[in-house]
């Protein structure tokens, strides 16, 4: 099955622009009846914006592709895991309130980018350097 997928994007000066891209999806699936060739392409889509979130998550966000869990016990993998969903959460928020607030589509903001913009952030606001006296 072929079909193309065309996307209009606004360029910096304003100007609307198309862009057009063919797909070709390869399919065991012959029945017509049970799997409509629209129905295909849309859920060949979403899994391709799965797979994005998952390499974000477990390749840019934990530390690359050797990077493991830190947890020892299976309640900690857990509450880890969580931890980075949450993270990811966060910084999907922050993507969409920046893309809303300069009037672009957010996948046009780098999630990379945001993720270490964040690492700097909070490095440098939790730094033990910049750490406030206690009192005793």
Excluded at 4 to 32: K, N
Excluded at 58 to 65: L, P, S, V, Y
Excluded at 74 to 91: S, T
């Amino acid at each position: 099955m072929e079909y193309t997928v065309t996307t209009t994007h606004t360029r910096a000066d304003g100007e609307e622009e198309q862009t057009s891209e063919l797909f070709c999806l390869i399919t065991t699936l012959l029945g017509p009846e049970t799997a409509p060739a629209l129905e295909l392409a849309e859920l060949y889509a979403c899994r391709w914006t799965s797979e994005t979130i998952y390499r974000h998550i477990k390749i840019e966000q934990r530390g690359g592709r050797t990077a493991t869990l830190r947890s020892n016990s299976p309640a900690m993998v857990e509450q880890e895991l969580w931890a980075m969903l949450c993270v990811y959460q966060a910084l999907r928020e922050l993507v969409c309130d920046t893309a809303r607030e300069h009037g672009l589509p957010p996948d046009h903001i780098s999630f990379k980018q945001v993720l270490n913009g964040a690492r700097r952030s909070v490095g440098t606001a939790f730094s033990p350097r910049t750490a406030p006296a206690q009192n005793p």
